[in-house]
């Protein structure tokens, strides 16, 4: 029985060389990955987490749960190809290896099965195989009728604008484009000449056959095959599809706990390489939608570092609001990745900050740090020490005199060593206070002191604290008659996962309404100090858009988290916008006021803002 036909080669060359740069590079990944996590991938490899991999690889690899979360056309689009072409492979060989008897036979076999065997009416199980593949083909189809469609029309996909295409991208894409239908092609023209196949081919071949010399079409129709697979192989490594194969391998590593780190390793490759660039987070993001800012969005900056081509202003215009990493559906760890290459980005120097005293804090049960943007809005500090004071906490305020910077503005402008500088003398002045809580209003100061210091202590954001105080009853407040629209800052919830204590603080105290964008889908205030390129106006627009958003329920209040983003609100919001400390200290029982020292103070505000503007 024949076995080998000229026409393989293309393929079988192709898989050679994909298999070939494949291990080349994914070798030299691993061993660039930090010691911590080469042990974490050999523990890993044997544990249950392999098991939890394997899951996730079928659920989001092959059926593309996250893909049909955004949009279930999309999503089918994508499952169509991924899963159907698995399944044509999987059965495939499936349906050699039994009309084999189970020997083994080469790997292009499976694949090109029906020239072979166009018709192996011995074979018991023929018609069920044929059956079966003619259904997986139609789906595969579909899916590629529907990728021709987004590239015409995106908008039907849930998608405004798709990406831009590489040399590689195109080659590997065109290829992709021609597979299924050449393998539709080459396997109805085999039907015509010698029967076999089902549903579909079956009469697609009696079709063809009765309008075109199918007898001499068929084999150049299977030579176009292997051709179209070989180029898609030899391309795929230089191309967007690169996170076909890569992204399993990321899907492992990240269950065996292995991460980013502040400086890229191989694993970095893994996540670049896993970006298929399928453009779901263009839309995210603001500054596309908001701003007119169209090139500098991840899936931009991914592609821009995976070719290693430097672009300051890609890696420095960004939010850095984690909406991107919030809707990624291969679940890249994208701020990472900008903050490494704004280290590479900008200058480093040493010895910056050793001219910061270090203060001594008398020992304390508990600390609070207000943050530079809170000094810059004061009747948040003012709010935080008079409840602090109202439930007798033995607190210090940690920056009082305004003279402490956490150093995550540093760290987000890529100046990580004088960050550290900055972080080792905090370090030492909070530890030695004794204190065994430090609270702060900033979630930009949390998320750092949380992630950077390696504290020994509990690090709890002001509105965790105040529900503490609430359901400990150790501070009384009173409920108001009014309407209040919690935003979500980015740090605190996409950055921090704290979504629902902010609001149990709010709903105790006035009537809550819900945001069309909240939670994981909060947008950011526009105000980001991690953007050192946005334009004033641009970040205006962003604020008053997402101020549509929040307050098209036409509340009495919004209530935010951030400092930053109740400054940058305040500027053209038509509703009071107050900090969550505010809300609170505003409703202590202890007052005898309260319905209308819940009205907004013009004076306060004009203030507040005089003194960022001296700033």
């Known amino acids: 029985m024949e076995k080998f036909d000229l026409f393989v080669l293309p393929f079988t060359i192709g898989l050679a060389m994909l298999v070939t740069v494949l291990l080349v590079k994914y070798i030299s990944w691993i061993k660039q990955l930090a010691p911590c996590d080469k042990t974490k991938l050999r523990k890993g490899f044997i544990s249950n987490k392999t098991l939890q991999a394997l899951k996730e690889v079928l659920y989001e690899s092959l059926l593309h749960r996250k893909i049909f979360r955004v949009n279930p056309l999309l999503g089918y689009m994508h499952m169509s190809l991924a899963f159907g072409w698995f399944l044509l492979i999987a059965v495939g060989n499936l349906e050699s290896r039994m009309f084999y008897d189970g020997h083994m036979s080469p790997p292009y076999l499976p694949i090109f099965f029906r020239f072979f065997n166009p018709n192996p009416e011995n074979f018991a199980y023929h018609t069920v195989f044929a059956f079966t593949m003619d259904l997986i083909l139609a789906v595969v189809l579909s899916g590629v009728l529907l990728a021709w469609f987004k590239r015409v029309y995106s908008r039907m996909f849930g998608m405004k604008k798709t990406t831009q295409l590489h040399l590689g991208d195109k080659l590997a894409l065109t290829s992709l484009w021609l597979i299924f239908p050449l393998r539709f092609i080459a396997e109805s023209f085999t039907s015509a000449n010698s029967g076999g196949g089902h549903f579909l081919t079956l009469n697609a071949g009696a079709f063809f056959g009765s309008i075109l010399p199918t007898e001499y079409l068929a084999y150049p129709a299977w030579w176009a095959y292997s051709l179209s697979l070989g180029l898609f192989f030899i391309a795929l490594p230089y191309s967007r599809y690169m996170h076909i194969p890569t992204e399993v391998f990321l899907i492992f590593l990240r269950k065996y706990g292995v991460s980013e780190k502040v400086n890229a390793t ?216 009014l309407s209040a629209v919690y935003h979500d800052p980015c740090e605190l919830g996409r950055g921090s996962g704290i979504y629902d204590q902010p609001r149990q603080v709010v709903s105790s105290l006035v009537n809550l309404k819900t945001a069309a964008s909240e939670k994981e889908e909060a947008l950011c205030c526009g105000g980001s100090l991690a953007n050192l390129k946005i334009a004033p106006d641009k970040r205006r627009k962003i604020a008053s858009d997402a101020l549509k958003v929040l307050t098209a329920s036409e509340p009495d209040m919004l209530i935010t988290g951030c400092p930053l983003c109740k400054k940058t609100f305040n500027q053209s919001s038509p509703v009071q916008v107050l900090d969550i400390a505010e809300l609170v200290s505003k409703s202590l029982v202890k007052k005898d006021y309260y319905v209308h020292n819940l009205k907004l103070d013009k004076s306060m505000v004009k203030q507040e803002e005089e003194v960022f503007v001296a700033e």
């Open 266 to 481: 191989g694993y970095t490759q893994f996540e670049l390489n896993s970006c298929s660039r399928c453009g779901v987070c263009i839309d995210k993001c603001q500054l596309a939608s908001s701003a007119g800012i169209n090139n500098v969005q991840s899936v931009y900056y991914l592609k821009n570092q995976r070719y290693n081509e430097p672009n300051n202003d890609l890696a420095l215009n960004c939010l850095m609001c984690g909406r991107c990493d919030s809707i990624c559906p291969v679940g890249i760890d994208i701020k990472s990745i900008r903050a490494n290459g704004r280290k590479q980005a900008v200058a480093q120097k040493s010895g910056v900050y050793q001219y910061v005293p270090q203060n001594y804090i008398s020992r304390t049960e508990v600390l609070y740090f207000g943050g530079c943007m809170t000094h810059l809005q004061p009747s948040i500090k003012k709010s935080m020490v008079d409840i602090l004071k109202t439930a007798s906490v033995n607190f210090r305020f940690l920056d009082e005199d305004g003279s402490i910077c956490c150093g995550r503005p540093l760290m987000l402008a890529g100046k990580v060593d004088q960050a550290r500088e900055l972080i080792e003398k905090n370090k030492k002045m909070i530890e030695d206070s004794g204190a065994k809580v430090l609270v702060t209003s900033c979630p930009i100061c949390y998320k750092v002191f949380r992630e950077e210091y390696d504290l020994s202590i509990e690090v709890v954001h002001h509105s965790e604290y105040l529900l503490k105080l609430i359901d400990e009853k150790l501070i009384s407040v009173n409920k108001q008659s």
